[in-house]
């Protein structure tokens, strides 16, 4: 008996000290605040042009995103301490045209990257920065006063990143918007049994949306750097239930050393349901296998 209850209050300890962690981890995340006020949102306009946040990002988010929103980041309101995705309100005073660019520590070997979803006030994304860039940038024109929510998903991490942010707003559009190319994508990211976690976005008609980033152990630490060929096909069902396939080859570095790469991954369904991820570069990083967490899918963009 004395055994058990010692056994019992020594799991209470390790439970307690598992809470206090995760919590702590929670709290480091905090919320991306305006650099002026502090607070965590702000307007912009005539009367202030530019507004400077930052925030802070701790762990890759493998949310697919929301069939309704258009955002794998949960809204602010159901992400209060910013875990999953940083979240920073804008208010655009007078109609006109807005950039949000946001910077971020590069990580080991140049891997972390961020993306953004820009949310209206009704909870839908108008607009979105999926590239490779560092900063990334999305720019956006409305034509009447307006507030929306920048999400900020932490689409690949290696570590923990501090990030910058600018919302610069022009009064008067400098044109409109030039129609994007609809094509074929297959984007999103995972983990495999063997620890092996990667992103990938694949756009046959928009090369600047492709990107591929690989991390396992040791062994695996790899970023892509050109694409010298993409396939993506598909079918697209019902209720979001698309399948596809993406194919591609190219170059990159793996540890810091240039490689040459292939890549076939395989969007099973619904959220990750027969998800595969395959990859081999020239120096011997290899994986394969079937997602045990996170989700690729296919679509056809607009």
């Given amino acids: 008996m004395k055994q058990l209850l010692a056994e019992g209050r020594r799991l209470l300890v390790c439970l307690s000290a598992l809470i206090v962690v995760a919590c702590g981890l929670a709290a480091t995340a905090g919320a991306a605040t305006d650099d002026a006020t502090g607070q965590t949102s702000s307007t912009v306009g005539p009367a202030a042009s530019t507004v400077h946040f930052s925030g802070h990002l701790n762990f890759t988010n493998m949310l697919p995103a929301d069939p309704v929103t258009g955002s794998p980041c949960p ?19 007078a109609p006109g045209r807005f950039q949000i660019c946001v910077a971020f520590d590069a990580g080991t070997f140049d891997l972390n990257d961020l993306d953004l979803y820009l949310v209206n006030f ?14 990334e940038c999305v720019t956006f024109s409305t034509t009447a006063a307006a507030t929306f929510e920048i999400q900020v998903n932490p689409s690949f991490l290696v570590g923990p990143t501090d990030l910058t942010g600018v919302v610069t707003f022009s009064p008067t559009p400098s044109g409109a918007k030039a129609e994007s190319v609809a094509g074929p994508e297959l984007e999103g990211n995972g983990r495999l049994a063997d620890t092996t976690e990667f992103e990938v976005g694949l756009a046959q008609l928009e090369p600047k949306e492709n990107k591929l980033h690989v991390k396992r152990d040791q062994a695996c630490a ?8 993409v396939v993506v096909s598909g079918t697209t069902g019902p209720n979001h239930e698309s399948t596809g ?8 570095k793996n540890l810091g050393h ?10 099973g369904g619904q959220h990750g349901s027969g998800d595969t991820f395959t990859f081999s570069t020239s120096d011997g990083c ?6 045990v967490k996170g989700d690729v899918h296919y679509e056809i963009s607009k």
């Fill in 122 to 135: 009704a909870g839908t994304t108008v607009a979105t920065a999926t590239s490779d860039d560092n900063p």
């Fill in 75 to 93: 809204p602010g309101t159901a992400d209060p301490v910013n875990a999953v995705c940083e979240h920073f309100g804008v208010t655009v005073a």
């Fill in 258 to 267: 240039d490689v040459t790469f292939t890549l076939d991954v395989h969007d």
């Fill in 222 to 229: 790899f970023k892509a750097t050109s694409f010298t060929n």
């Fill in 286 to 291: 290899t994986a394969s296998g079937s997602l």
């Fill in 245 to 252: 396939d993406g194919h591609a080859e190219g170059t990159g």
